[in-house]
């Protein structure tokens, strides 16, 4: 006879984990965003061996209190929404509350946090969903999350790994999108003790694009700008002598967000059509901001994919803005930075 059984909270939470995380770059991504979620100006990212043995995410955003920061790691436990309308007006980054359940389910984390309003901040450790420890210390305001041995005891999913090369590379990429999304921000990421990124948060995009891809790349943007009632559009895309063979260029963010988007893309490389041989693909970094009721990014558990009320709209925008800005100016590249 076959026993059916419900499975324990234990193996529930490490099988729920393995939707949100999958390898280090998805436990750094969702602390960032959590950082930016909670107002953080200046947010920093070190790993170690590719975020195997050690991610860090420092913030000086809102804290956590000391009676909230149990709750903080239960699943489904969030402080960014009440109930399934305000799916419809979410502007944070998360919502779900899946994050922290996850990472601790599978990771050893210490958090240290303090909120403004109060002289200390709290320690507090927990690892494998057990919790370990919550003490009083004194901290800065903000929060500090030390993720350790990601996958320290779900063996078969850490074989999963790739080399700590690989995997932080990863975590670089994801470090620069952040970069990009967020210019207000100042954000800075370490890896095995060398700075790699270094922004300014000084809203600046093409100095950020200039940090991360040189002084070519800088050197030939077009600026992109279009306002209406789907919202507003602002950023730069590349002169078709900087395309490339694939699309790791075609950056674009939505309220905030690093998104995929079929719509978004084919009318990028629809615009460019009669600018670029075929097979290249052009550099942008757009900024959408969009009223969060013409969106739905619920699709996706990692919220990658996106999906708009008024496609045909974005469509359009998109294409005349980028088409407008390749036709309004001369093509041929620039040899000196405009900063
Ligand atoms: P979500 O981001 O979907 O709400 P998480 O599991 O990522 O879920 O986080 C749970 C809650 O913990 C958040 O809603 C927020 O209130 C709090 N929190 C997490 N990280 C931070 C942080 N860096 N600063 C302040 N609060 C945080
Ligand atoms: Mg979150």
Do not use: W
Not at 275 to 298: E, S
């Amino acid at each position: 006879m076959k026993n059916i059984a419900v499975l324990d909270e234990s193996t529930i939470d490490k099988i729920a984990a393995g939707e949100v995380i999958e390898r280090p770059s998805s436990v750094v991504k969702e602390l960032v965003e959590n950082a930016i979620d909670a107002g953080a100006t200046a947010v920093t990212a070190e790993i170690k061996d590719g975020g195997i043995s050690l991610i860090r995410i420092t913030d000086n955003g809102e804290g956590i209190a000391k009676d909230q920061i149990s709750t903080a790691f239960l699943r489904h436990a969030t402080s960014k929404i009440t109930k399934v309308e305000d799916l419809l007006s979410v502007s944070s980054l998360g919502f779900r509350g899946e994050a922290l359940s996850s990472i601790a389910a599978v990771c050893q984390v210490e958090v240290i946090t303090k909120t403004a309003g109060t002289l200390l901040g709290t320690r507090y450790r927990i690892e494998g969903g057990q919790e370990i420890l919550t003490e009083e210390i004194g901290a800065p305001d903000g929060t500090t999350f030390l993720v350790n041995n990601i996958f320290y005891n779900t063996p078969a999913r850490k074989k999963f790994l790739k080399s700590a090369m690989t995997e932080a590379g990863y975590i670089s990429e994801l470090m620069e999108r952040m970069a990009l999304s967020h210019p207000e921000i100042a954000f800075k990421f370490i890896n095995n003790r060398q700075t790699r990124l270094h922004t300014s948060g000084n809203h600046n995009l093409k100095d950020i694009i200039y940090g991360i891809y040189g002084r070519d790349i800088a050197a030939n943007l077009l600026p992109v700008k279009a306002e209406g009632a789907f919202g507003r559009l602002e950023g730069f895309v590349g002169k078709p002598v900087i395309s490339r063979g694939n699309r790791n260029f075609e950056n674009y963010f939505v309220n905030g967000r690093y998104v995929k988007s079929k719509i978004i893309t084919k009318a990028i490389e629809d615009a460019y059509k009669t600018f670029m041989m075929q097979h290249k693909y052009p550099f942008t970094a757009l900024h959408f901001t969009i009223p969060g009721d013409l969106l739905d990014v619920n699709v996706h558990p990692t919220k990658l994919e996106l999906r708009f009320s008024n496609q045909e709209e974005i469509y359009q925008i998109v294409y005349d803005t980028v088409r407008q800005a390749l036709s309004s100016r001369e093509l041929i590249p620039d040899v000196g930075v405009e900063r």
